[in-house]
Nanobody, 115 residues
Framework: QGQLMESGGGLVQPGGSLRLSCAVP????????MAWYRQAPGKQRELVAT???????NYKDSEKGRFTISRDNTKKMVYLQMNSLKPEDTAVYYC?????????WGKGTLVTVSS
């Protein structure tokens, strides 16, 4: 299988915005649920947002209203728009594709929120 490829991470000031992108290889069916996870230093990886093939979304409670996940099945891309970023959002963000049996991961992109 091909590799999920994240991009868009970087350094941003508190209150700023970033949009993460995930390129999905053609070998991963569009029916897979897509998700963004993150792992902060010294912490476990946690689920941030999911989007089904039909476009239904779910978010970690603390990110509702700040983060928006979207997907473009034609372009094979998944996005995470992050607004009003806080220092505690600092983490490596991972793109994930799954069908509840098979979980496929990207290598991650680092987001640092700091002044």
């Amino acid at each position: 299988q091909g590799q999920l490829m994240e991009s868009g991470g970087g350094l941003v000031q508190p209150g700023g915005s970033l949009r993460l992108s995930c390129a999905v290889p053609g070998s991963i069916p569009s029916i897979y649920t897509m998700a963004w996870y993150r792992q902060a230093p010294g912490k476990q990886r946690e689920l941030v947002a999911t989007i089904t093939s039909g476009g239904s979304t779910n978010y970690k409670d603390s990110e509702k209203g700040r983060f928006t996940i979207s997907r473009d099945n034609t372009k094979k891309m998944v996005y995470l728009q992050m607004n009003s970023l806080k220092p505690e959002d600092t983490a490596v963000y991972y793109c994930n594709a799954n069908n509840n049996r098979v979980y496929i991961w990207g290598k991650g992109t680092l987001v640092t929120v700091s002044s």
